[in-house]
């Protein structure tokens, strides 16, 4: 005769050993580690490398580069993009301020180093050559100049020419290609003004 007294009756399950307790807690730990706090802690360090080395944001709580950026605004600030390659003229920069480097300022690059730079007649020259600013809605009033670029540096204007605190009124006048930060990409806030920065 075959032994049953092993078997339960059809239809109860067997009673779960401890093992088989342990055993299936320690997979749903694995899993829960696995499939979620992992990816979570990776996701958290790539964004604090993003905004620290790569993509970042700042805000602009002025008009000096009013219409480019309005204000008050959020922008989308790519640090890797002056890291990697050399600013250029026309670029629109965030840096540390020359005459106290604990602000960042964003303005945009107009003189390169060994440029001299002058303004007169409502428009900018440089090396006596009138630059062509399609950005700018106004013409830029006073006669400023002529500044020589050191080597390694940078001249810079805002925008909103006539309301903007740059180069030609700060006690040191350039900014070293070490200050700069970063470019200014996009306008990211508020959506109403979402726009490439050109």
Do not use: C
């Given at each position: ?72 605004s959020r922008i989308l600030v790519d ?12 670029e629109v920069v965030l840096f540390h ?102």
């Amino acid at each position: 005769m075959s032994d049953y007294s092993g078997l339960k009756p059809t239809g109860v399950p067997a009673e779960p050993s401890a093992r088989s307790v342990g055993g299936r807690r320690t997979a749903w730990l694995q899993s829960l580690f696995v499939n979620y706090l992992i990816p979570i802690a990776i996701g958290v360090a790539a964004a604090k490398g993003i905004t620290t080395w790569g993509i970042g944001q700042a805000r602009v709580p002025s008009g000096s580069m009013y219409p480019t950026i309005p204000y008050p605004s959020r922008i989308l600030v790519d640090h890797l993009a002056t890291e990697l390659a050399a600013p250029y003229r026309g670029e629109v920069v965030l840096f540390h301020w020359p005459d106290d480097p604990s602000q960042i300022f964003v303005k945009r690059i107009i003189g390169m180093p060994g440029d001299v730079v002058s303004i007169h007649d409502g428009h900018v020259y440089i090396n006596g050559k009138r630059l062509a600013e399609p950005y700018l809605h106004t013409t830029t009033d006073g006669t400023y100049g002529p500044y020589k670029v050191p080597p390694g540096h940078y001249f810079m204007l805002g925008d909103n020419r006539n309301d903007s605190l740059d180069s030609r009124f700060w006690k040191h006048p350039f900014v070293a290609r070490s200050a700069i930060v970063g470019r200014a990409d996009l306008v990211v806030w508020p959506l109403r003004d979402l726009s490439v920065i050109r």
